[in-house]
């Protein structure tokens, strides 16, 4: 099996075993298949306009904000742009944190600060979409001073990580 997995790839052997279990439920249950496929095509066509902003966003900032184009905000000398560009990428950054490691790391490599990957990633704690659950519980006065010490503060992490 390893060396099938080296041969022909993980997601090669994933997607053969995806066509089998179709094939087998076309088969035997075509009712379940065509439920499990109207329920598919539902939900790829929900994501279809989200996952296109996303990918537009992407390569946008991609052809804008290249990795050579970061490198100087981001280093040791960066002034006040590579902490907006910490502060702002933290709170913009959604999904798994684990996915972002691999990024930091090649940022780290080509020179960039501890205290912006501090900052960084103490700045993901603050989270624009549940903004209006946290007010409907605590109030608007209770955000915001909240969040601005957050902001504030990962300043302060950010300073005492490069220290340390």
Same mark, same amino acid.
């Given at each position: 099996m390893r060396k099938l997995k080296e041969?022909? *790839?993980? %997601?090669?052997?994933f997607l053969l075993l995806m066509v089998a279990?179709?094939?087998t439920l076309a088969i035997f249950d075509r009712l379940l298949l065509r439920e499990i496929l109207a329920v598919f095509g539902g939900l790829a066509i929900r994501l279809a306009p989200i996952l296109l902003v996303v990918f537009a966003i992407m390569f946008l900032s991609h052809?804008?904000?290249g990795q050579q184009s970061l490198v100087p905000l981001l280093d040791r *000398?960066? %002034?006040l742009?590579?902490?907006v560009f910490a502060v702002v990428g933290g709170i913009l950054s959604?999904?798994?944190i684990y996915m972002w490691y691999p990024l930091l790391s090649?940022?780290?490599?080509?020179?960039m600060s501890d205290r912006f990957i501090a900052a960084f990633l103490y700045n993901r704690a603050?989270?624009?979409?549940?903004?209006?659950?946290?007010?409907?519980?605590f109030g608007w006065s209770f955000t915001l001073v909240l969040s601005l010490y957050m902001i504030l503060l990962s300043g302060v992490n950010g300073v005492a990580v490069e220290r340390l």
């Open positions: 041969r022909v *790839g993980a %997601g090669s052997i279990v179709y094939v052809l804008l904000l *000398g960066g %002034g742009g590579g902490w959604s999904g798994p090649d940022f780290k490599e080509r020179g603050v989270k624009i979409p549940l903004m209006p659950m946290m007010v409907f519980y």
